[in-house]
Structures are given as C-alpha cells and as structure tokens.
C-alpha cells in the first residue's frame, strides 16, 4: 500500500536558500519605458473591446468576459511572445470555449466539469499549436459562469467569446504599430540550412542544434526559434563590434605610450 504523503514528499525538490532563491520575480526590463505603453494599450483595447461589444450585444450576453483581461497583458505587455500572436489567440480562445461549453453540458459534477475542460482545451490548443494561457479561463469561464453563460450554450463561442477576440487582437494590432511595437510578430525565416552554423564562431551551433536542444528540454520555451537564431546572430555582432572597439583602444593606448612626452626623443619621432 502506497504512503502517498511520504511519495509527494519525495518527489518536491529539496528546500533549500538556493531553491527559495529561485522563487524570486524575474527580472524584467524595468528601464525600459515600454511598460507604460503596455498599460496605455491594454486600457484602451479593453475599453474599445467592452464598448464595441455593448453596443453589440443583447442586455443578456456579456459584453466582457474576464479572461479577457489575461489576454490583454500578453497583447500587449508582450505582443512579441509566440503566446500573444493573432491566430494563436484566436484559436486557443475558440478551442478553449466549445471544450468548455461541451464539459458544461455534458459533465453534472462542477469540479469534474472545469477540470476536464481545461485539460481538454490544453490537448486541442498544443495539437492544433494556438497554446494562448488566457484560454484556460475561457475554458472555465464556460463551466463557473453561472447561468448568464451557461443558458448561452454554444452561442457563448460565438458571442462572447470569438466576438470578444477579435476586437481585442484588432486592437493590439492598432495600438502596438501606432506604439512603434512590431505586432504581430512576423519574423521573416532566415532560410538558414539546418547544418549551416548559425554563429560563425564558436563550437559551430547550428539551426539544429537549438531545435534539439528545445525539444530535449521536455517543455514549451516562450520564444519562436528564428528569433532565438536572430537573438544570437545579434548578440555576436554585438561582441565583434564590442571586441573590435577594446582592440582599438588597445592600440591607441599602446601608441600613446610609445609617443608620451617621456618617451626618449628619437623613439617619439618614429
């Protein structure tokens, strides 16, 4: 017979300050100014989104639903995350809403009901690869609504929640460029071979490597491949440029000792 406290036990990782450590915020760019922008567009895509909908919808229909506002920080707070792009959001939302409306009609208990619809919106958004977080609430949205949204059935997919969706992405896509904010994030392929290197230094890391080396990971990193490969191809020109200027100043210092007022006379006129 299994004892199930010990097990879970044995399965945590072990506490320590290194591991309390770890559970500390991560570090943003709290320089960068773009997090009032990010504010500035969430407000005005939200408020933009409930208006458009209240003049929309029937009095009965909610004219915003929750979950929306989780979607409004990645399309806005950050509308370059493979998470936040249009058809991702669009999708995970659709998805998420007819598993929950199925769960909610066809499961009685309520807790069965919002588990199962969740992990179901989980399976269709990874296979159909519209992973979008907010849509996990979409998805319980549907079964703990109450009867505003439950009466709605499978209209809820189409209104509120496609409806909502829309206007929303339509939003960030006026907002982030008017903001100077590339969205969506369409990053041209680099057509790169997979065995051709990507740094031209180094131990030769190709495109394949890093495809391997995400997949071995066992679990979704919050960033598209090509701009990993454009990240890098950056930062080493960064370097070269960063290397070049140390070498330069190197040898300017190295020619202003030689040409120093102490210098002995015939060295300083060579």
């Not at 950050?78 to 009609?105: D, E, K, R």
Request: hydrophobic content about 50%; some cysteine.
């Amino acid at each position: 017979m299994f004892n199930f406290p010990i097990l879970i036990m044995k399965s945590l990782p072990r506490i320590n300050i290194q591991n309390l450590y770890s559970f500390r915020p991560i570090l943003l760019l709290r320089d960068d100014p773009g997090f009032f922008l990010s504010a500035i567009g969430a407000a005005l895509g939200l408020m933009l989104t409930a208006w458009i909908s209240h003049s929309l919808l029937a009095q009965d229909i909610p004219w915003l639903i929750a979950p929306m506002g989780a979607s409004a920080v990645l399309l806005f707070a950050a509308p370059s995350s493979p998470l936040a792009q249009p058809g991702v959001v669009i999708g995970g939302n659709l998805l998420a809403s007819l598993s929950g409306v199925t769960c909610a009609l066809w499961i009685q208990d309520t807790a069965l009901a919002v588990g199962c619809a969740v992990a179901l919106a989980i399976v269709a958004m990874f296979f159909l690869r519209c992973l979008h977080p907010p849509s996990g609430a979409v998805a319980a949205t549907a079964v703990l609504g109450g009867p505003t949204i439950t009466h709605l059935g499978y209209y809820f997919v189409l209104m509120p929640v496609m409806l909502e969706s829309l206007l929303l992405v339509a939003s960030a896509l006026i907002l982030n460029n008017l903001f100077r904010r590339r969205y969506p994030n369409l990053r041209p392929s680099h057509h790169r071979p997979t065995q051709q290197p990507v740094l031209s230094g180094g131990p030769g890391i190709n495109a394949a490597d890093l495809h391997a080396e995400l997949i071995e990971r066992g679990h979704l990193v919050d960033i598209d491949e090509n701009e990993l490969i454009d990240i890098l191809i950056q930062a080493e020109k960064r370097a070269e440029f960063r290397m070049a200027g140390q070498t330069i100043m190197s040898e300017g210092s190295t020619k202003a000792s030689v040409l120093s007022p102490h210098s002995p006379r015939n060295t300083s006129l060579k």
